[in-house]
DNA sequence: CGAAAAGTTGATCTACATCAACGTGCGTGG
DNA sequence: CCACGCACGTTGATGTAGATCAACTTTTCG
């Protein structure tokens, strides 16, 4: 683990870019976030940030590289519950639990951010719409696990893997890791296998016909998207578990209450209270 | 629809039995969650609660009866994502999403209780610990969703089974709706198939074997567990993924901050900073 | 009572797992 | 700098858990 100050301005960073998709945050909510990205941690490849079983450390947000959630079976069977991408969370509910049930561990070297649970109540009364985006953010997870569950209980192999691709490209798209359709998967077959319940010689074969039918290309961890369209097609996905639209009126008027710092300052299309 | 009166006294709701499993809380917050429960609506079985596709509604917390949430795919296909049992929250997060991505179906006769979205806001601002309790409850759903999906994921049709008994007479017993190994299951071999992810033939060989077996009987809804320990065994039931235990130290810590109505008030053995 | 829904069981099929062998890129240590 | 080892990918042959098909029974309920 390496320690390193913050090069990118809060602007560029993934989880602003995330949380933009959703709300226009105000100065003053921007810097807040900002501070809470202050402590930034570098870690190598295969790195555990988190284990199951093992007490919650604090919570992370993942600025660079690739990372997995995943549980195990005693026996040592495995299922990759979510990829962790730039802009995403970790232990967001460490204040809630007293031991995680799933570990995290990193595929590529990657650069987090940390801040102890004590500063989620404080953002909870001090900013309620940023806790609120942040908030949209987990509970957008756990709708990514349920449409997996879905791919697992109900869609083919060809399906699921189609269905992953795509998402993780819109996933990637939203905090610019991703242009034209391509984009890097720095993942082994293995833990693609993991992630979609398969075998590794059925995702290799899998990603074959894939790779024959000409919708999408390979070569080393680039992957190319040749047609979006047909892809989500095979893949039955319908984004709207991604639940990109933008904040509903609603929220402005039950989060922007008395309680906070910032005075109202409408700051963009979403304004309290119209 | 029909409205009705609360009649059980809020000490013995479901929701309430549940947040005590996790929290000792105060006088004040009880009455504020009873006053949350306070418009009642039965709904027949087979009632929509939420459809995929459609706006959220109101917050539902279900008192009484059984229902699904689930998600369909556009050939008809469908996964059960969870069961919602009494003392669970439908639609925690209808002030974040514009629309829902799945559907929540009643199967028995249910009782409801129902609240606008915004009194989500003023209950973040006024009760926080009692906030952080729903929190964890959702919180717990998607952990409960996890670990379904490393049972579709990695689990053979015997362990998945075995593990969903486990977890539903688990689930149950904290709302008293379980007891001596024995409960009420109004749900077909179908459901039970959509949720994990098996065709109803096979359930229905499944249940044989467990049956078979002696681990358990079915006399029409009702099912017995005769031996919990070895059911749990077979299924590979591990209970950390229900974070059962009690709410750690550092939730007092960051959520009985300086904003809220009751005045410190050590109530049992949770008590805010030692 | 009658019809539809749900449960049950056997026969057969198939998507995917498992087993096995080999290829390929790459880091490392001699 | 080469060679060895090792992780990862690829492909064929074979096995099997679970799906599908089909027929029948039992339960539920209007």
């Known amino acids: 683990m390496t320690r390193a100050p913050a090069s990118r301005a809060i602007e560029h960073t993934p989880l602003w870019l995330k949380l933009s998709s959703y709300l226009v945050l105000s100065d003053e909510?921007?810097?807040y976030l900002s501070d809470l990205e202050r402590t930034i941690v570098r870690e190598p490849p295969r790195t555990d940030l988190l284990q199951q079983g093992e007490r919650y450390r604090d919570v992370r947000i993942m600025r660079d590289g690739w990372a997995i959630?995943?549980?195990?079976?005693?026996?040592?069977?495995?299922?990759v519950v979510n990829f962790v991408l730039p802009g995403d969370l970790i232990g967001m509910y460490c204040t809630l639990f007293e031991s995680a049930d799933h570990s995290v561990t990193t595929l590529t070297a990657v650069e987090v951010a940390s801040f102890p649970p004590e500063r989620i109540g404080e953002l909870f009364r001090s900013f309620p719409r940023l806790a609120a985006a942040?908030?949209?953010?987990?509970a957008r997870e756990e709708a990514i696990v349920a449409e997996r569950l879905l791919s697992l209980g109900r869609r083919t192999a060809l399906e699921r893997t189609a269905h992953l691709i795509v998402e993780l490209l819109r996933r990637l798209s939203i905090v610019n890791m991703a242009a034209d359709g391509h984009f890097v998967l720095p993942v082994t077959q293995e833990i693609l296998a993991d992630a979609l319940g398969l075998s590794i010689v059925h995702i290799n074969?899998?990603?074959?016909?894939?790779r024959d039918s000409g919708l999408i290309e390979l070569n080393g961890q680039r992957i190319t998207v040749n047609d979006v369209r047909q892809l989500a097609s095979v893949g039955q996905f319908d984004e709207?578990?991604?639940?990109?639209?933008?904040?509903?009126?609603?929220?402005?008027?039950?989060?922007?209450?008395?309680?906070?710092h910032n005075g109202a300052r409408p700051d963009g299309e979403d304004r309290p209270k119209a």
Do not use: C, M, N, V
């Open 69 to 79: 959630r995943h549980k195990a079976l005693p026996d040592g069977r495995r299922q």
């Open 134 to 138: 942040l908030a949209w953010s987990g």
């Open 240 to 260: 709207l578990y991604l639940h990109l639209i933008r904040a509903p009126r609603r929220l402005e008027r039950a989060f922007s209450g008395a309680h906070h």
């Open 205 to 210: 074969r899998t990603l074959r016909r894939l």
């Open 29 to 31: 909510e921007k810097s």
